[in-house]
């Protein structure tokens, strides 16, 4: 279960935010994940609280985007959903896209922390 490894890594990186921060405690950590990146979001909510224990982000909450997979047809200038399975060819010209523009993400896009003094 590699979702253990990225919450691990996504609490290091939320205690670094609090550190530089005055050691305020995380609240939420607000992550993108696209569906081609390979991570099941439920074990990954699982996982970060498991990682989090015990550290600056232990009553943080995980929030969860979902990006959904989209590819782009260049010779159309098509852009379309890619869906589960993948299918890669254009739904509208039917030739093999150029490539996919979105899905595969796993990004944080904010840590939270706790207002006040630490």
Known sequence: MHELSIATALVDRAEEVARRHGDRAV???????????????????????LAAAGTAAA?????????????????C?????????????CPRCELPASGVVSGR???????ELEQGAP
């Open 27 to 49: 609240t939420a950590v607000r992550i993108r994940v696209g569906e081609l990146a390979g991570v099941v979001p439920d074990a990954l909510r699982f996982s970060f609280g």
């Open 59 to 75: 009553a943080a909450v995980l929030h969860v985007e979902d990006v959904r997979a989209r590819a782009r047809c260049e010779p």
């Open 77 to 89: 200038d098509t852009t379309f959903a890619v869906g589960t399975p993948p299918f890669l060819w």
């Open 105 to 111: 993400e796993l990004e944080i896009t904010a840590v």
